[in-house]
């Protein structure tokens, strides 16, 4: 009789879960594991509202494997010491000692410290012995897979998808192993342990999510059901819910792109009208794009993507507007609205993303660094590669990045995508009552303003923006 550990990390999910499946093919025993070690990942280890997610999604995994008769079994890494021991290492050599496992399965990560970590785990316990099989679960296609006619990493997002959507169609995904055989170490740690929840009263609103696999398929349902069809219209409109909301299920493995992509082709496959899915294919897309980056350019969380950028002036770090502009109170409304959003809820609607991470590195010009840290902290759906992609992407200086002179006007946005300033309303209650155009530009009628409690703007939009201009011409000419 054989025993396999399967070593569960960002791949919270039972279906299409490849490493589970070849685990439970090859092996007579399966003992689901996970190893909490955070120190391993290094500056970017889980923020506050990552951990509220990992918390309630490891609780789900486990509520999953319950239905099988066993249960989510979790070893707290001790701190690695000098002398090797300890680290996740030190957990699976306990955990395949005390069980007698002959072999270890995991699904891949991309990101840099997980990958150092995973190849020396792999390493070591091949040299003990232990078979390692490791499989790629929560992309399309490795990231090592897809490569220009000169076998060189795309740059560029429309070439790349391109190649990657000849490749997604016949990719269907796996079913649940069934039975599982599950297997239990002696003793496993309590999900309390991990101590993931907030010492704060601050997820209160996070209530609306509900993390994990059943919770990301109900989350698909009502996309398909309601928001698809209108991708193409609705996506950019914050007041609506007119995106899937995968984002955070995406990135803890709780539903996979093929999966996603299955799923929506088997709900339109016998209707007349079927949208087009392609808008919405392409967006998932742009998630490949930010794992093929990361994979390939692992600075990218850290470094500027296009090196020229390194001669641009950012401001010296404003402490006061970082303050204002974390808390919502800008004074600008469509971006206190994201922020407030971003805080009461851990997610930011697309569109106000890029608004106020516009306003954060062209009008105030704070590094980008600066706005990445504080999403990655507040975003339930923190993914290194798309964080970084994202705010790169803003300031100008990452791969296929928006021209750095097209600087957004939050205003004339606000009155684009937010047209009856609903979203504003929402979230600013200062403003809840704004009359007309007031509601995106409250200053401009300064009795009202006083009236309201509403701060004025920390910065003005127009001579802001000039001297952004003018910074990047300095820097183009150095
Ligand atoms: P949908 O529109 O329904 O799209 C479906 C899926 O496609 C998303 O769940 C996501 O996985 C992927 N996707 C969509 N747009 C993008 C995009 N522009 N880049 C990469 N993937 C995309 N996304 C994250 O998942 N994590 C982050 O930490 C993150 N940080 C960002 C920071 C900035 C400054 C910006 C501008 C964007 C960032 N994004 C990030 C991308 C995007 O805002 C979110 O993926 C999207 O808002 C999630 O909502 P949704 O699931 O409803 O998206």
């Not at 220009?148 to 269907?172: C, H, M, S």
């Not at 995968?246 to 996603?260: A, C, T, W």
Request: glycine share 6%; aromatic share 10%; proline share 6%.
């Amino acid at each position: 009789m054989t025993t396999a550990i399967v070593w569960f990390r960002r791949d919270l999910r039972l279906a299409d879960n490849p490493a589970l499946v070849a685990a439970v093919e090859g092996h007579d025993r399966v003992i689901p594991l996970y190893v909490h070690a955070p120190d391993e990942e290094g500056e970017w280890a889980p923020g506050a509202a990552s951990r509220w997610w990992l918390h309630h999604s490891l609780a789900a995994l486990d509520k999953g494997l319950r239905r099988h008769r066993g249960a989510l079994q979790i070893v707290i890494a001790r701190k690695r010491a000098n002398t090797g021991g300890g680290g996740t290492l030190g957990a699976l050599r306990e955990a395949i000692k005390a069980t007698g496992a002959t072999a270890v399965y995991f699904n891949l990560l991309y990101d840099p410290a997980i990958r150092k970590r995973d190849a020396q785990v792999r390493k070591a316990l091949e040299a003990d012995g232990i078979d390692v099989a490791s499989f790629n679960a929560n992309l399309w296609c490795d990231p090592w897979e897809i490569a220009t006619k000169e076998d060189e990493p795309y740059r560029v997002f429309t070439p790349f998808w391109r190649n990657l959507r000849t490749r997604i169609d016949a990719q269907g995904p796996l079913e649940e192993p069934s039975p599982l055989r599950l297997e239990a170490l002696a003793t496993s740690a309590a999900l309390d342990d991990l101590a993931l929840l907030p010492t704060l009263d601050w997820a209160k609103g996070f209530d609306e999510w509900t993390p994990g696999e059943e919770g990301a398929h109900d989350m698909l349902s009502l996309f398909a059901d309601d928001a698809v069809g209108h991708y193409t219209s609705g996506r950019d409109l914050p007041a609506r819910h007119g995106t899937s909301r995968l984002s955070p299920h995406l990135h803890f493995g709780e539903i996979s792109p093929r999966q996603v992509a299955e799923r929506l082709r088997a709900h339109f496959a016998r209707r007349k009208n079927v949208p087009d899915l392609e808008p919405y294919l392409r967006q998932l897309g742009w998630r490949e794009f930010g794992h093929h980056l990361l994979w390939h350019f692992p600075d990218t969380p850290k470094k500027n993507f296009n090196t020229k950028f390194d001669a641009f002036r950012w401001e010296k770090r404003d402490a006061h507007a970082l303050r204002r502009w974390k808390q919502g109170k800008t004074g600008i409304p469509i971006v206190d609205a994201g922020m407030r959003e971003l805080w009461a809820t851990g997610w930011m609607h697309n569109r106000v993303r890029m608004l106020v991470a516009s306003l954060l590195t062209k009008n105030l010009r704070q590094h980008w660094l600066l706005g990445e840290k504080w999403f990655w902290d507040t975003l339930v759906d923190a993914d290194l590669a798309n964080n970084a992609m994202g705010w790169q992407w803003v300031a100008g200086s990452g791969a296929d990045a928006a021209p750095y002179f097209r600087i957004f006007n939050p205003v004339t946005q606000s009155e684009k995508f937010d047209p009856d300033g609903a979203y504003i309303r929402r979230w600013v209650p200062e403003l809840r009552d704004a009359p007309g155009r007031l509601v995106h530009a409250p200053w401009e009628d300064e009795k009202y303003l006083k009236a309201s409690g509403y701060p004025p703007p920390i910065v003005d939009l127009k001579a802001s923006r000039e001297d952004a201009l003018l910074a990047y011409q300095h820097s183009k000419s150095v």
